[in-house]
C-alpha cells in the first residue's frame, strides 16, 4: 500500500525559502523553526523534505477548499458581509492539542493516516483563484 508520504512526496515543487550548505544541507525559512534538514530527511511539518540538496514543498494540491462568509472564519471586525476564500493543505509545523484541524495537520504523524488522500485535489494556483471568482470570493 502506497503511503501518505509517498503520495504527498510526488506533490512538489522546490523552495525558494531555503538556505544551502555545502553537504547539501538546507535551512527551511518558511516559519521559526527554521529546520537545517539533511538530505533524505524532513522539516518538524513532516511536509517539507531534503531530497538531494533541495528543498522540496508541496505544490499543487489541497486538502480543503471552501468559500464562506468572513464571519465564519477567525478574523474579528475584518471586512464583514464579505465571502472569503479558505484553502488548506498537509502538515503544521505547531502540534496544539486544541487544534480543530487536528486530522490534516498532524497527517504525516498519525498512524493509518493515507485514508486522507482521498481529499486531496489537484488544482494551481490559477485555478485556485478561478474557484473563489466563481463562487463570488472577495477576499
Avoid at 501518505?4 to 512538489?12: A, G
Avoid at 528543498?55 to 480543503?64: E, F, I, R, T
Avoid at 478574523?75 to 502538515?91: D, E, P
Avoid at 487544534?99 to 489537484?122: I, K, M, P
Wanted: glycine residues 8%.
Amino acid at each position: 500500500m502506497t503511503s501518505l508520504e509517498d503520495i504527498l512526496d510526488r506533490m512538489v515543487t522546490t523552495s525558494d525559502l531555503v538556505e544551502t550548505f555545502d553537504d547539501q544541507s538546507v535551512r527551511c525559512l518558511a516559519c521559526a523553526h527554521k529546520c537545517k534538514i539533511k538530505p533524505g530527511q524532513r522539516g518538524v511539518c513532516k511536509i517539507r523534505f531534503n531530497q538531494a540538496g533541495r528543498l522540496m514543498v508541496p505544490w499543487g494540491y489541497v486538502s480543503s477548499l471552501q468559500v464562506d462568509p468572513i464571519e465564519k472564519k477567525p478574523f474579528y471586525h475584518f471586512l464583514a458581509g464579505v465571502n472569503a476564500l479558505t484553502f488548506g493543505m498537509l502538515g503544521c509545523n505547531l502540534q496544539c492539542g486544541y487544534c480543530q484541524n487536528w486530522l490534516t495537520s498532524q497527517a504525516l504523524r498519525e498512524e493509518g493516516s493515507v485514508h486522507l488522500a482521498d481529499y486531496l485535489r489537484e488544482i494551481t494556483p490559477e485555478a485556485l483563484v478561478e474557484y473563489g471568482v466563481q463562487y463570488g470570493a472577495e477576499v
